[in-house]
T-cell receptor, first 113, second 113 residues
Framework: EAGVVQSPRYKIIEKKQPVAFWCNPISGHNTLYWYLQNLGQGPELLIRYENEEAVDDSQLPKDRFSAERLKGVDSTLKIQPAELGDSAVYLC???????????FGQGTRLTVV | AQSVTQPDIHITVSEGASLELRCNYSYGATPYLFWYVQSPGQGLQLLLKYFSGDTLVQGIKGFEAEFKRSQSSFNLRKPSVHWSDAAEYFCAVGAGNTDKLIFGTGTRLQVFP
């Protein structure tokens, strides 16, 4: 069974440019998460989806961040415009609704220069 | 509010030595507790979890953890460390429905031959 797939693995952009990250969760997993992991820190939740509905986006900086999960399968996280402080690892995770264990992708490491 | 404290930022042990990584949590009810491991450039892998019942839980790769309610702790242990255990370890606490995990800041484990 394929795990959570994220792309790209690495991205370097100049500040003020837009960037997008893609996540394909494990098949059948209704719940999808985007986490932000700053250097030397633990992951912090940005947004949680149940199917196509964003049920917890309280930590998402909505002035520059947006996310979508059309059709309730794969998801895209976008930053526009990117700032230097956005340099971090963006992790996607998924799990079946009602289950406990979430499975994480390998993450996208973003560097803003 | 839920929170997790991992007091040790960096631990160094010799291969074959025993290991204990500390984790303290703050949560009003019985928490759901997790330990994850993250190798460089990789996502998070679940080592073990505690929901209820036996306070000593066994996980993968020879790890175990003990839930102590009186101390609000969930320390991770391994009797004999292998060089391949070198990684970052994260403790996390979840609410009753575990739809949101709060992570600690992590402990980086270094193993010397």
């Amino acid at each position: 069974e394929a795990g959570v797939v994220q792309s790209p693995r690495y991205k370097i952009i100049e500040k003020k440019q837009p960037v997008a990250f893609w996540c394909n969760p494990i098949s059948g997993h209704n719940t999808l998460y985007w986490y932000l992991q700053n250097l030397g820190q633990g992951p912090e939740l940005l947004i949680r989806y149940e199917n196509e509905e964003a049920v917890d986006d309280s930590q998402l900086p909505k002035d520059r961040f947006s996310a979508e999960r059309l059709k309730g399968v794969d998801s895209t996280l976008k930053i526009q415009p990117a700032e230097l402080g956005d340099s971090a690892v963006y992790l996607c995770a998924s799990k079946p609704q009602g289950e406990v264990e979430a499975f994480f992708g390998q993450g996208t490491r973003l560097t803003v220069v | 509010a839920q929170s997790v404290t991992q007091p040790d930022i960096h631990i160094t042990v010799s291969e074959g030595a025993s290991l204990e990584l500390r984790c303290n949590y703050s949560y009003g009810a019985t928490p759901y507790l997790f330990w994850y491991v993250q190798s460089p450039g990789q996502g998070l892998q679940l080592l073990l979890k505690y929901f209820s019942g036996d306070t000593l839980v066994q996980g993968i790769k020879g790890f175990e953890a003990e839930f102590k309610r009186s101390q609000s702790s969930f320390n991770l242990r391994k009797p004999s460390v292998h060089w391949s255990d070198a990684a970052e370890y994260f403790c996390a606490v979840g609410a009753g429905n575990t739809d949101k995990l709060i992570f600690g800041t992590g402990t980086r484990l270094q193993v010397f031959p």
